[in-house]
């Protein structure tokens, strides 16, 4: 059974930096492409930035791109963003997400396995 479970949200002021983990177990993720997504109140789930296990190919969000990174570390099985010059309109509930396909697509429901969210509240 494959486990996500994000960590690392909390509240910033905007130009503020945090630094979201997921940590995944279960299964040999080498094939797995994970996905980094974001709802905010009353709107839809949106892509944020995506990463091949294998090869660390990267994929963003035009929203994000040079402030968001996204990154793995294979030994600890654990996907990292990394968000700078962070603004009010990312507050969300950030979540992780796998597909074991390795599409890296910013598709929810090409994902198969999903965490239970991180709140990230950002300040003006």
């Known amino acids: 059974q494959v486990q996500l479970v994000e960590s690392g949200g909390g509240l910033v002021q905007a130009g503020g930096s945090l630094r979201l983990s997921c940590a995944a177990s279960g299964r040999t993720f080498s094939s797995y492409a994970m996905g980094w997504f974001r709802q905010a109140p009353g709107k839809e789930r949106e892509f944020v930035a995506a990463i091949r296990w294998s090869g660390g190919s990267t994929y963003y969000a035009d929203s994000v791109k040079g402030r968001f990174s996204i990154s793995r570390d294979n030994a600890k099985n654990t996907v990292y963003l990394q968000m700078t010059s962070l603004k009010p309109e990312d507050t969300a509930v950030y979540y992780c997400?796998?597909?074991?396909?390795?599409?890296?697509?910013?598709?929810?429901?090409?994902?198969?396995?999903w965490g239970q969210g991180t709140q990230v509240t950002v300040s003006s």
């Open positions: 997400a796998a597909d074991r396909f390795g599409r890296m697509t910013p598709y929810t429901t090409w994902y198969e396995y």
